[in-house]
């Protein structure tokens, strides 16, 4: 979750990064004003009647930040914390992130302030449905592309698309992250980790380095981290510890990442894996863990003046959102930490999205091959993009970042005569 700095909200946040990359640009205060602002705010009320009868009014958001290069496209997220300033502030990261990779989609964000965990699943569906059905008119294939994000899942995407069918007819491609046997991807899975793995080792090679042999840290073996760790696993580089809420599992020889998958899988937490050793989250810090790279992969902020002294890696790969902290990211900038941020770092995910919609209005399934091989071209390029505004301006990835998505963005509006 964005948390808002000291002075400035997490719209303002992200803003002040949009203004920073837009001095660098020379853009004008008009155009300034177009790319801090969001096209659409949409709040609706949601009233359902739950198992016991009663009726609960909760609140929906879909906020679309900028269309220029394409649909809206964005997660909708189940939160009881969900607020308009934070969906505005994750619709134009959006904005961003789908720009540095180059895909054709703009930015948006849904969200609903309710807690997920307290619902059943006939109320979760009767929410969700009420929900699509409340911003019916304003999304579409074309419009504005939905997809999971905290709180959601490719179950929610399925009630999502039935309940879009009902009024338009069949149309897969109105969310991605959808259940496999309905129109979703496999390689969706995996495509947020396999992506952090690909970046890491284009970072590498951009400053003359090579991943294999190179020792890596994650937090976090969800979603993220279990096949960040796996695919940096399988080109080489050498995982020597892995931790998450139940703990770290270390082993300086490197860990047999499928091997702790199978473990994880079976088991669902860390601990009474065989090999290595294992300490509690209290008697062991991940991040202050020596390595070339680390890979904070599950929560926001956990990177902070309280632990950014101990941080020894010399690359930090942002696979979460937000792991750094303002404070920490100027300290660890000024030790000559080479930080890749999120919104390069874990866009493979908006990436895959954008396979699962292209393969939807298709009507055709690549085959995985050619889909890690897009992925690839995707990520590098990206890299590619941001590694030259950085040269150019003498800048860090995190800025020069923004000054691609920002740039990207900005000559679009142009062009359509904006
Ligand atoms: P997830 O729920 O699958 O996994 C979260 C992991 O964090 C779990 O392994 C959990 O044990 C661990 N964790 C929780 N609390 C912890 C703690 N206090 N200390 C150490 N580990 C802890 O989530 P995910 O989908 O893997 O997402 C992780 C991060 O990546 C989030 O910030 C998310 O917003 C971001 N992200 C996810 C995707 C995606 O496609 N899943 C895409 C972009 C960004």
Request: hydrophobic share 40%; with cysteine; charged share 25%.
């Amino acid at each position: 979750m964005i948390q808002p700095t000291a002075k400035l909200t997490p719209f303002g946040a992200v803003n002040a990064r949009v203004n920073r990359a837009s001095d660098l640009l020379g853009i004008k205060e008009n155009y300034r004003k177009l790319l801090t602002s969001c096209w659409r705010e949409t709040k609706v009320s949601l009233p359902f009647t739950d198992d016991k009868g009663e009726m609960r009014v909760y609140e929906g958001y879909r906020v679309q930040h900028n269309g220029v290069r394409g649909p809206y496209k964005g997660g909708v997220r189940y939160h009881p914390e969900v607020d308009l300033d934070e969906v505005k502030a994750l619709a134009s990261l959006m904005t961003w992130k789908c720009a540095i990779v180059n895909i054709p989609f703009g930015g948006a964000k849904g969200g609903i302030n309710v807690d997920p965990t307290k619902l059943s699943d006939r109320e979760m569906q009767t929410l969700t449905r009420r929900f699509v059905y409340s911003v019916k008119n304003m999304i579409g294939p074309y419009k504005d592309i939905m997809a999971p994000d905290m709180g959601t899942n490719p179950k929610v995407m399925g009630w999502m698309m039935d309940a879009y069918g009902l009024i338009h007819g069949y149309t897969p491609a109105i969310v991605t992250g959808k259940p496999v046997n309905l129109d979703g991807t496999p390689d969706r899975l995996d495509a947020t980790g396999l992506g952090v793995a690909m970046i890491t080792r284009r970072v590498l090679e951009d400053r003359k380095e090579f991943l294999s042999g190179k020792t890596v840290v994650v937090q976090g073996f969800g979603n993220v981290g279990s096949f960040a760790a796996l695919h940096l696993h399988r080109m080489n580089a050498k995982v020597i510890a892995i931790g998450d809420v139940s703990g770290v599992v270390r082993d300086p020889r490197g860990i047999d990442v499928e091997k702790l998958m199978a473990h994880f899988e079976a088991k669902r937490t860390l601990v009474g894996y065989p090999e290595g050793e294992f300490a509690t989250r209290e008697q062991l810090d991940v991040m202050g863990i020596e390595c070339d790279i680390l890979v904070p992969a599950a929560l926001g902020h956990v990177i902070h003046s309280g632990n950014m002294e101990k941080v020894k890696a010399r690359y930090i790969i942002e696979g979460a959102n937000g792991p750094i902290t303002p404070e920490a990211d100027d300290y660890l900038g000024r030790q000559g930490t080479i930080i890749v941020p999120d919104i390069l770092a874990n866009a493979g995910g908006v990436v895959g999205s954008y396979f699962e919609w292209a393969q939807n209005i298709q009507v055709h399934h690549w085959e995985r091959a050619e889909s890690k091989l897009e992925l690839d071209k995707f990520m590098s390029s990206a890299l590619l993009g941001v590694s030259a505004a950085a040269k150019k301006f003498g800048i860090n990835y995190r800025e020069a970042a923004f000054v691609v998505g920002v740039d990207r963005v900005y000559q679009a509006a142009v062009a359509r005569g904006h």
